[in-house]
């Protein structure tokens, strides 16, 4: 058997473990090993898993990675997320469907603080979800708002997916980062205008809240969220100004949100015991899922499938835009059951010589891959984000009614996913001016 045939029977072996509902990182692992035992002997595999993980660990680029959930982790226990939504209720009040716009602009901002889509699904939800249906909002809207708008947090800096996409690539963390900026702020506006635009259009779908506030109420609240806006214009500021990488960015950002939260009289025992639990477990499965896509990697290039697919390629005479087309595509499939990173870490390692084969920029296709990645998360059968909205929602919404409510992103995911793929400057322009300023 040849070894190309082996690195096909592996990713085979991998996608049935998948189906099987096996542990990602597990699956992953265990099939490269043994591929790599069978393309070269016991002694290569056990050499490879036994540097690997501390090579790993001691990448510098991924320490941004703790940094930023500690720092999201910290925001979230402090309070910060409340503060913010009551800031955009009130403010946002008298547009039409104003509770789920100011929804989709905390998640926007809570998104910037965590970098994590799940988690800032679950916090808004937990705010916002019994808010709306108080006040008789469409069960569909309101849940679909919170699912769709917490995939702001794969874009928005800092963003998990983008440092690990910088790491695996080779790629500036920094300049992934902010090129995030455009994108992420064209989604959460597109989101707004369908919001506003259908509930105009029907009323029905959320009944005007009446509410007297008053415009010192309205400041007095803007008083409690300066510190958000603060955490998250300090930390992109440190990198877009080069003032400091994305690891010590995030360790700011982290140190500002615990104080943050004790200049408020929010910092407990607990409080820290709590953000530094959910950072730890958060970044262990993040970095088990990394090694066994690293693992996958040296498999794949030892049983010659890179150069295997770069002539394919080449072959096929595909243009970038049908690359990322058939991307988008293969994308779309895996994300129905596998969790962002884990179809990023998947992919990566098959699609990577195929960019580089095409000389396609790799910072546009980061941007490309994140969104959608983030696509993954709405769509059926397994929409991550729709299960983390239906848990916070409980038995008073059905589970296909977020589906239905989620939609309606979907669509607007799609105008956004033509214009990043037509225009490819919305993504690179900002790294191009941080790179020569």
């Known amino acids: 058997m040849d070894s190309l045939m082996i690195g096909g029977l592996g990713v085979g072996a991998i996608l ?95 998104a910037a603080a965590s970098g994590s889509s799940v988690a800032t699904s679950a916090a808004v939800g937990r705010l916002a979800i019994p808010e709306m249906l108080k006040f008789g909002y469409d069960k569909a809207l309101a849940t679909g708002t919170v699912a769709a708008s917490g995939t702001l947090g794969a874009l928005i800096p800092p963003s998990i997916a983008f440092v690990i996409y910088g790491w695996f690539t080779e790629q500036s963390v920094g300049s992934l ?9 064209m989604t959460a ?64 950002g982290a140190f500002l949100a615990f104080v943050i939260g004790a200049a408020q009289g929010r910092l407990t025992k607990k409080v820290i015991a709590d953000s530094v639990g959910d950072a730890m477990r958060t970044t262990s499965s993040l970095f088990f899922l990394a090694i066994g896509a690293v693992m996958l990697t040296r ?10 697919i770069a002539d394919t390629v080449a072959h096929l005479d595909l243009g970038p835009v049908a690359l990322v087309m058939a991307l988008a595509v293969i994308y779309l499939i895996l994300g129905m059951f596998l969790d962002p990173i884990g179809v990023m870490l998947l992919t990566l390692p098959v699609f990577l010589p195929a960019f580089h084969a095409l000389d396609m920029d790799l ?75």
């Open 177 to 185: 980062l902010i090129a995030g900026i455009i994108p992420g702020l």
């Open 363 to 437: 910072i546009w296709i980061g941007v490309i891959v994140v969104k959608m990645i983030e696509v993954g998360l709405l769509t059926p059968p397994v929409g991550l984000n729709v299960y983390v909205v239906k848990g916070v929602a409980g038995d008073s919404v059905p589970l296909a009614t977020v589906f239905k409510g989620v939609a309606w992103f979907l669509a607007c995911e799609l105008v956004i996913m033509i214009l990043l793929i037509a225009f490819p400057a919305l993504s690179t322009w900002l790294p191009s001016l941080m790179s020569h300023g």
């Open 16 to 110: 049935v473990l998948l189906a099987a509902r096996v542990p990602i990182a597990f699956a992953l692992g265990s099939v490269s090993f043994i591929g790599i035992m069978v393309l070269r002997n016991e002694r290569a595999a056990l050499g490879i898993l036994g540097s690997l993980p501390h090579d790993f660990a001691a990448s510098w680029e991924l320490s941004a990675v703790p940094m930023f959930l500690l720092m999201g982790a910290a925001a979230y226990q402090t309070g910060l997320t409340s503060s913010l939504y009551n800031a955009a209720r009130l403010w946002l009040n008298e547009l039409p469907g104003g509770l789920a716009v100011a929804t989709n602009f905390t998640a926007a901002g809570f």
């Open 189 to 252: 506006g597109l989101y707004t205008v369908m919001i506003v635009t259908r509930c105009i259009i029907t009323p029905s779908l959320a009944p005007k809240v009446a509410m007297k506030v008053t415009m010192a109420e309205k400041i007095a609240a803007l008083g409690k969220v300066w510190p958000m806006p603060l955490l998250v214009l300090g930390v992109v500021g440190a990198i877009y100004s080069g003032l400091a990488t994305p690891t010590e960015a995030g360790a700011l």
């Open 299 to 308: 498999f794949l290039a030892l049983a010659g499938v890179p150069t295997f």
